[in-house]
């Protein structure tokens, strides 16, 4: 799968870089470009945030829907920084109120007053669910994602009935799969179950560094090897902290990883990790 | 386990308190905040008490520790109650708004025997701690010149007043992001003997600057730059950025990597070599129990508990470090008030006006 932190000025290593790829990708066109160099690659799936510029980018596959007959999205909300900046600002309450949709939907006004007023999570959080899904209209969007800045908040907390009202939302309007981002992998995989979420998607760092491996690089391995979930590695070459082959090598000796999701800016990275993750993870 | 309570429920209280509450040595006992909407959310999905007064809970809960995440201008009056009660303390920075108040403080706390600690967190991010463990070993030689720098997309247009950015209540530019890099410079070498040319900016807010820029005159001759601008849209978050200048080399820090230029002679350390050597977060960063935000804010955190454990408070962010930061913010309001008014760029008013008087005289 291809990530997207690249397209926004995400990098874990160097900000300089992420200033040049934040020029470089400026015009939603340079992001096409690169996405079709990935699809050529076979790269088919595209795990993206909910950052405004991707609907621009939806807006192209919408249109192009039949140079792309097979593509995916697999959306990753929400797009946290504009809520923490509104949370800091306006308070919690006033926050979410800024968030739901303010055309007078009836809906909304339902599902959104009576909840803030009842102080129920349900009705918000569906809500600004499916504000967050409106770019991906018309999409294929068969897996979604929540965040790991929200889904570790609320691990933290211990919101766990979050985690459900998530799921049952993504399965019953959207027919797809929920799945959540997350650095402390163990620890999640725990509190779904307890909440009834079976064999989930759980996307985390996995990588040989044990960089943003939380519960450490022993409990990732355990958790892989002993419990039923599907996992999907990100962060598998650490921002360029380790050799690509070492990176790919380590993550394909690993049991039940069967997906990576990396980002890359160059015909020839991109070309080059693909090959090795063919190479690699289907010799397991 | 340490029993604990949260109290004021922002963004940084909030994030404390879903980071503590995962803490194998914590128990989090309560939380206290005005907002009677958050804590009726957080009782009823995480089942954590909850109370709208501070003082009872302290009365009530028998707390080892409290965190205060509470608007600027309330920690003196919590931080006081917290240590009466023989409590250990983490606090939000910016420390103190009254430097008096807050030597009493620090004085309170040593007499007490209680762990002091605020939430100046890039003193746990790994590439700022590089720059301190290479300054420690002289690496640069003599060093004549700091540049301490922040930016950030914070304002962005004329905003209602609200406590952030209204600097007597602790807002502003200068407290919220200023303290940061001046907290830095404060780490690494001391605070300044005097500062000069204190420009406290406004761009879009009403009752607080939105830039600061100044010159520091820190010991030993060593020379320092501050500039920061929370209205910078250009940079997706807050970035922080020292750069260090000596007789042997130089260094560039931000939050993600270490850059070490070090000139060509025989003292070079086994480990570095001569040219550039850099170090990235991914090998700077030790893992934490548990990663909401960055890594910086667990760690703050856990080494807060850790020192707990030992009951031992001779603590890196100490009030007595932070009321130094605090003290540093207060030369520079002084002296930006020192300057005449006709000459200082105190709005843009101002700016154009200078420039009208320029060109008619």
Known sequence: MFGDNQFFGVNHMSEEKARAQSMRFRDTSAIIEVLDIAYEAGIKTFMCTTHDRIGEVCEYFRKNSDRYPDYQFYPGMPYAHKYANAVTDYGISGAIKRFLPDDGLFDAVVRGGSSIAKKEIDGIATLLIDAEMKMFEGLSTPVIFLQNVVTDFLLGLGMKDAFRIFADHIKNRYNAEPAFFTMNMPKLLDVLEEVGIENPIICSSINKLGFRMCGGIEAYEQTLANRQFRPVAMSVLASGGIPPREAIEYVSHLPKVQSIVFGASSRGNILQTKALIDELLDNQ | ?361
């Open chain 2, 1 to 361: 386990m340490i029993k604990i309570a949260v109290v004021g429920l922002g963004k940084m209280g909030l994030s404390h308190q879903s980071m503590i509450n995962m803490h194998p040595d914590v128990e989090l006992v309560a939380v206290c905040d005005s907002s009677r909407f958050v804590l009726d959310m957080l009782e009823k999905y995480t089942g954590v008490k909850v109370y709208t007064n501070y003082s009872k809970m302290l009365k009530a809960e028998g707390l080892d520790a409290v965190i205060i995440a509470t608007p600027s201008k309330l920690h003196e009056p919590m931080i006081r109650e917290a240590l009466e009660h023989d409590l250990h303390v983490f606090c939000e920075k910016p420390f103190c708004l009254d430097q008096e108040e807050g030597a009493r403080l620090v004085d309170l706390a040593e007499q007490k025997q209680l762990v002091n600690q605020v939430g100046y967190h890039y003193r746990f991010v790994g590439a700022f701690q590089e720059v301190k463990r290479l300054l420690e070993q002289g690496i640069l030689g003599t060093v004549s010149h700091v540049k301490a720098e922040a930016y950030g997309p914070v304002v962005l247009k004329p905003t209602g007043a609200s406590w952030r950015n209204t600097r007597s209540e602790g807002g502003g530019c200068l407290y919220d992001y200023a303290a940061h890099p001046l907290n830095l410079v404060n780490w690494y070498f001391g605070m300044p003997d005097a500062v000069g040319g204190t420009v406290l900016n406004k761009i879009f807010s009403q009752d607080s600057e939105d830039e600061v820029y100044a010159s520091l005159f820190l010991p030993n001759g060593v020379s320092g730059q501050l500039s920061v601008n929370w209205s910078d849209e250009s940079y997706r978050r807050m970035t922080t950025k020292i750069t260090i200048t000596g007789t042997q080399g130089r260094i560039y820090a931000d939050r993600q990597e270490c850059q070490l230029y070090l000139r060509d002679s025989k003292k070079i350390p086994t480990d570095l070599m001569a040219g550039w050597n850099v170090r990235y977060t991914t090998e700077l960063t030790d893992s934490v129990w548990f990663y909401v935000r960055g890594e910086e804010y667990s760690a703050e955190l856990d080494y807060f508990i850790q020192k707990i454990k030992r009951t031992d408070n001779n603590n890196i962010n100490s009030f007595a470090n932070s009321l130094q930061t605090d003290r540093t913010i207060n030369l520079l309001i002084e002296d930006n008030n020192s300057i005449p008014s006709n000459t200082a760029t105190n709005n843009q008013q101002g700016m154009s006006k200078n420039w009208w008087q320029r060109v008619v005289s």
